[in-house]
């Protein structure tokens, strides 16, 4: 299989969007429907077309451009959230029609692209950068994901302890809301008890407040519907990633040893996706199974596993998400994938 270079991929795909984007926010027309089809169309497309991956990295290479890169990522989001709310909500001369796939596209980058920035810089293990990482979040009104995520989530991973894991079965929807409740409260107790004795504000009042301040920019850019349109990308935003989060731990589960602790997390915990341009689209997150076993491993270095070692998703991430929404068609699917990969394993163990 042809292999391709890295870090100029990982920039090109997930830079360009956000040209057009501001290019279909600024003057509409034709620049509309180049963010949209690139966001619904091109990517999907591409996957199938060109059956190609992204290599995995030599063990120990260094990638110098892979956090100025997030970092870039992370201040295209701040610009494009506010242009963009500007051109929806307010007299920016967009048509109806126009800002409906405005939204769409926009939206569609803000979940596959904002999100795996934010997560890679909470990850990075620098203050400033794990800074720059909750701002993102918190514009998307889920800051407390920057807590839950590396708590609760890294730590109880395709288990019933974990609320962003969805057990077989699921849907979506039903996911949606026990994973955003279970998230936040988790993540807060987690947070309070980490938190003892240590000086300074916790970290749900900064959650807050930034996030209060992300609608209050909305009002300062088009009024009271500045917030509403605010808060519509923002959900349409970590929507995705619960989406994602969905998909990439579906059915799969840990065992609980005779200590009551829950075994290592290992490949086999994840769903993993090869596809090469989805991958630079959304910065290697579809190599879930090796983050999950090195966390702080970057995302160009992230590899993947054997598919003897760990499950793969039938067709492209952002397709399985889309998938995803129509639960029986998900479950027909899925279940019988997952019932597949289990006698795998079973055959394995003998």
């Known amino acids: 299989m042809p292999k391709l270079p890295q870090m100029p991929l990982f920039a090109l795909a997930a830079l360009l969007p956000f040209g057009l984007i501001c290019m279909a926010a600024i003057t509409g027309g034709l620049w ?31 990638f110098p451009a892979a956090d100025a890169l997030l970092i870039v990522l992370a201040f295209a989001h701040l610009a494009a959230f506010g242009l963009v709310v500007w051109a929806l909500a307010s007299d920016s001369g967009l048509r109806v029609g126009e800002r409906i796939l405005l939204g769409l596209a926009a939206g569609q980058w803000f979940g596959q692209v904002s999100n795996p920035t934010a997560h890679e810089l909470i990850h990075r293990g620098h203050r400033a950068l794990y800074a720059l990482g909750v701002v993102v979040y918190a514009t998307m009104l889920f800051g407390h994901h920057a807590s839950a ?9 395709a288990s019933a302890d974990d609320p962003n894991s969805a ?23 987690a947070e309070t008890a980490r938190r003892v004795g240590k000086p300074g504000p916790h970290p749900y009042w900064i959650y807050a407040l930034l996030s209060l301040a992300s609608l209050g920019a909305g009002f300062a850019i088009a009024g009271l519907p500045g917030v509403a349109v605010w808060a519509l990308l923002a959900v349409y935003g970590h929507s995705q990633l619960l989406l994602a989060d969905y998909v990439q731990h579906y059915g799969l589960t840990r065992a609980r040893l005779l200590n009551g602790k829950l075994e290592p997390v290992h490949e086999a915990h994840s769903w993993n996706a090869p596809q090469w341009f989805s991958s630079a689209l959304m910065l290697n997150a579809p190599r879930h199974s090796d983050h999950h076993t090195h966390p702080s491993r970057p995302y160009p270095a992230l590899r993947m596993p054997p598919e003897t070692a760990a499950p793969y998703l039938p067709y492209p991430l952002p397709i399985c998400c889309t998938l995803a929404l129509a639960p029986r068609l998900w479950q027909r699917i899925m279940d019988r994938r997952l019932v597949k990969w289990r006698n795998m394993q079973a055959q394995t163990a003998l």
């Open 32 to 62: 509309v429907w180049a963010a949209v089809l690139y966001m619904g169309v091109l990517t999907a497309g591409l996957d199938q077309l060109l059956r190609l991956t992204l290599p995995d990295a030599p063990q120990g290479a260094e």
């Open 167 to 189: 057990r077989e079965g699921e849907t979506f929807y039903g996911f949606w809301l026990r994973a955003w409740r279970g998230s936040f409260l988790l993540g807060l107790q």
């Open 149 to 157: 995520h590396r708590l609760v989530h890294h730590r109880h991973a």
